[in-house]
C-alpha cells in the first residue's frame, strides 16, 4: 500500500470509509497520480492521536496551516441554536485559553468557538471545497487561509447527515479535552461526548439553568460525573 492508493481511493469513493477498505483489501488498481493536498495514514504528519480511533481516516484533505495539528489543543463544541448564556462562555473561554481549538464548523457555538479561537481547526462534514453550512461560508474561506479545515471527504462531497456524527470522532481524538457548552440530552454533540469518552479524553461541562431545556444534556453529563468547567477557564 502506498499513500497516492489511498488518495486515489478515497477520492474515487468520496471518503466513504467502508469502500475504501474494500478497495485497499482488493488491492484495486490504480492508475492516476494524485497530488491533492493532504496526509495520509502513512504520513510522517499524520496526527498519532487519531491512530487509538477504531477507524481511523486513511486521508485528511486540508486547506490552510497544517503545521496547526502538532499543536496542543482542545475541543468546544455545543448546540446549533445557542442561548445568549453559553454564546458568551463560549466567547469567554476560547479567547483566554492558550491551546488550539477544534470545532465542526458548524453554526451556533461551533462558529462562534472558531471565529474567537486565535489559532482554530475546524472538521468539516462534507467535501473539502463544499462550504456547509452555507452561511459559514465567510468563515471557512477566512480559515482555509489563516488557520487550517479539514476533511476525510475530498472535492465536492455532499454533507450527508451520516457524515457529521462520524466526523465528531476526528473532533473528539485530536484534542485533550473536550468542553461542552451546550447540548440537549440527545444531539450530535452527544456523540463527539461518547468517542471523548471512549478515547478516555477529559470531558468539561458548563452549567445551566435547571429550567433550561437547551442545556439539559449538560446537566446530565454533570450527573454522570463530568467535570465542570472551571471558572478560571472562562474568565481567565
Do not use: W
Not at 489511498?6 to 488498481?29: C, H, M, S, W
Not at 498519532?48 to 484533505?61: C, E, G, I, M
Not at 441554536?81 to 491551546?99: C, F, H, I, M, R
Not at 431545556?213 to 478560571?232: F, Q, R, Y
Amino acid at each position: 500500500m502506498n499513500r497516492n492508493n489511498l488518495i486515489y481511493y478515497a477520492k474515487k469513493y468520496e471518503g466513504d470509509y467502508n469502500r475504501i477498505t474494500v478497495a485497499i483489501r482488493n488491492e484495486e488498481e490504480v492508475n492516476e497520480e494524485c497530488k491533492d493536498r493532504c496526509i495520509t495514514i502513512l504520513d510522517d504528519e499524520y496526527p498519532k492521536s487519531l491512530l487509538d480511533l477504531n477507524y481511523p481516516p486513511f486521508v485528511l484533505f486540508y486547506e490552510g496551516d497544517i503545521s496547526l495539528l502538532k499543536s496542543e489543543s482542545i475541543a468546544v463544541v455545543g448546540s446549533r441554536n445557542p442561548t445568549e448564556y453559553s454564546k458568551q462562555a463560549t466567547k469567554d473561554l476560547v479567547q483566554n485559553t492558550g491551546k488550539t481549538v477544534v470545532s465542526g464548523l458548524a453554526k451556533g457555538i461551533d462558529a462562534i468557538a472558531h471565529e474567537n479561537a486565535s489559532r482554530s481547526i475546524g472538521v468539516l462534514g462534507s467535501g473539502i471545497n463544499y462550504a456547509y453550512p452555507y452561511e459559514n461560508k465567510d468563515l471557512i474561506d477566512r480559515m482555509k487561509k489563516e488557520q487550517l479545515v479539514i476533511s476525510e471527504y475530498p472535492d465536492r462531497v455532499k454533507p450527508y447527515a451520516y457524515h457529521f456524527p462520524f466526523r465528531n470522532r476526528i473532533i473528539a481524538a485530536l484534542s485533550n479535552t473536550v468542553y461542552i457548552m451546550e447540548t440537549k440530552e440527545f444531539s450530535g454533540t452527544m456523540t463527539t461526548v461518547n468517542e471523548a469518552l471512549e478515547l478516555g479524553k477529559e470531558v468539561k461541562v458548563l452549567p445551566f439553568d435547571i429550567y433550561s431545556s437547551g442545556g439539559k444534556g449538560n446537566l446530565k453529563l454533570i450527573h454522570e460525573g463530568a467535570d465542570i468547567i472551571d471558572t478560571k477557564e472562562i474568565f481567565g
